[in-house]
């Protein structure tokens, strides 16, 4: 059963754990089973001692106690002086918020603006309202794993993923920078699952429905022409600027973010006419796609685009159901997709798409009328 200890006429029990010198209470915090953590040792004198490490819900665990254990009794055998446990120094008064603000400000500095406001704006809608003013320390595993799967009720796993690594990546921030001693707690979190291979693509009547349907709105036709065309991901396409296009040789250069590269698109006659006209007032720096003035954003272009792209296409789909939903990244699906049923080469499909490894653009292939569906109608033929 382990040792016992008495304290408030209550009974503990510690129990051990897979390693020796490390044992754990059973306790609570704010409500929520927790442990408590100690470690047990002889001193340069072989006196025993024991030390209260920490708890679980403030992101200690069996192998970083174990750790601790070892690196003291090293210290011990070669005379060192002994290392402080961080369970004093762990307590900071720092709030999750404060901490973010401090990893906004550097990411400032080292990243583009474009993938700081994705990241501030994540922040901001799953986060803040949470985790926000809670110190750091007390925001534990078992907190971030509600917090999954709350989201992932009307989230799809991709992107609940990409918010729980936003809070990893405050976490180690934290750490790097020494503002906690602590454990980061994302680093016990199993991800979710996911399928990347979005299925669903727009053919050519419903690109029609689509272009009709948002016509007498020049920011979104404007947006939709552009990405159909081109096949450029959201990011690319709102950062595009008037500099970048190219009326006499009909192209437009496109900035991939995530490739940290540029390439280029092309644009055909009428949407040459289209565009002429639209930046004729604009500067050579300006955004082509601007809201009163300014550059528009992610979140700008998906809250209109989204009611129209589930009326026209998401009708009775589940909200979770990625793989036939169609969002603002099904247009840069559907550019390939339709380039690969006209029957383009896929190496030119590589290159207008901008990947780097060809295996990402070969999932486009069983498109193509050279897949040999052609070939298989053939010899079925008539044998029914």
């Known amino acids: 059963m382990g040792n016992k200890r008495v304290k408030m006429g209550r009974k503990y029990v510690r129990k051990k754990t897979k390693y020796a010198g490390v044992y754990y209470i059973e306790t609570t915090t704010n409500g929520r089973s927790d442990k408590t953590f100690y470690i047990r040792y002889k001193d340069e004198f072989y006196k025993d001692k024991e030390l209260r490490i920490g ?12 750790a601790k254990r070892n690196e003291i009794m090293h210290k011990i055998k070669h005379g060192e002086e002994l290392p402080k446990i961080a369970n004093n120094q762990i307590k900071t008064k720092l709030t999750l918020n404060d901490i973010a603000h401090q990893y906004f400000e550097y990411r400032n500095v080292h990243n583009s603006t474009r993938s700081n406001q994705n990241e501030q704006y994540r922040y901001d809608t799953h986060l803040k309202h949470l985790f926000g003013n809670k110190l750091i320390y007390t925001i534990s595993l078992q ?39 602590g454990n980061n707690p994302i680093q016990n979190l199993k991800k979710l699952s996911i399928d990347n291979k979005r299925e669903r693509f727009l053919n050519r009547d419903e690109i029609k429905i689509l272009m009709d349907e ?28 008037k500099k970048h296009i190219d009326l006499n040789n009909r192209t437009v250069t496109l900035t991939d973010f995530k490739n940290k590269s540029t390439y280029k698109g092309f644009i055909t006659t009428d949407m040459a006419t289209i ?30 685009l989204k009611p129209i792209l589930d009326k026209l296409f998401n009708e009775g789909l589940d909200v979770k159901d990625a793989k036939n939903r169609v969002v603002i990244h099904t247009f840069r699906h559907s550019f390939a997709s339709n380039l690969a049923i006209g029957g383009t080469p896929i190496y030119t499909i590589q290159k207008l798409m901008n990947h780097r490894d060809i295996n990402m653009t070969l999932r486009y292939a ?16 008539n044998i029914y």
């Open 55 to 66: 708890k679980q819900s403030e992101g200690y665990s069996v192998n970083l106690c174990n």
């Open 143 to 181: 907190d971030i794993e509600k917090l999954q799967a709350d989201k992932l009720k009307t989230l799809a796993p991709k992107t609940v993923n990409h918010i729980t690594t936003l809070l990893g990546t405050i976490f180690n921030y934290a750490i790097t920078k020494q503002l906690y001693k």
């Open 214 to 241: 948002v016509r007498d709105n020049e920011l979104l036709y404007l947006f939709c022409l552009l990405s159909l065309s081109t096949g450029g991901r959201a990011t690319t396409i709102i950062n595009i600027q």
């Open 275 to 304: 565009l002429k006209e639209h930046i004729s007032t604009l500067k050579t720096n300006d955004n082509i796609l601007r809201i009163n003035n300014k550059p528009i954003s992610i979140s700008q272009i998906q809250k209109r």
């Open 366 to 381: 069983k498109l193509s009328p050279e897949s040999g569906r052609d070939m298989v109608e053939n010899i079925m033929k």
